[in-house]
């Protein structure tokens, strides 16, 4: 029977063992893009088997695709926002704006995105860094959460804040109650097996 590999589990593995083998504080930015490129993998799969390329592209790039339009869903910089919209809206899911899980999986993304995209500070007159990226996801870290320092202060540099166990280990139950969540919005009972079962049993085993 024709179907799918997924091959995303890979990177939840690469974070948990970073966690496991937590050495040097730089791990914790390896389990943060490891467990952001997991989650966004496992979207990924969720496109794919329920077949929403369509849907996310009207969204994302405001077009109607058809047979002789040549575009790679997974190569392009499709906005996440986008992908989740089209999940969401399929499952008619509207409400979940404010949901925690919701919140701390967009904080994740954006802490990967700034990781991986880095780009200079400017700086004011008295030394204090100006940061437009990811502010609301390290005011969450250290205000709500209380695991990282103020990135935010005189002479501190923020990728710094991130580089402990605690953004480590956060990052990773983030990645595990991601899925957990998409399972609960998508799961529709008497539907046959879900796309996201495998990874659910695989997330189980390991807290074994």
Known sequence: MAGYISESFRYYEIAKNNLINFQDNKCAFTCVLFSAMYVEGVINDIIFSDKLTDRVLAKYKNIEPDNNYDFDLYHDRTSFDSKLAAIFE??????????????????????????????????????????????????????????????????VFWTDTLMNKEVAEWSINVAKQSVEYLYDVTFIPLNGNHQLDFHLKRLRIEKE
């Open 90 to 155: 399929k499952y008619s899911f509207d409400n979940y704006e404010g949901d925690k899980k919701y919140i701390e999986l967009k904080h994740l993304i954006s802490i990967r995105n700034s990781l991986v995209h880095l780009k200079p500070l400017e700086q004011n007159s008295k030394g204090k860094s100006i940061i437009r990226v990811s502010k609301k996801a390290l005011n969450y870290l250290h205000n709500n959460l209380k695991i990282i320092s103020s990135p935010f202060d005189s002479g």
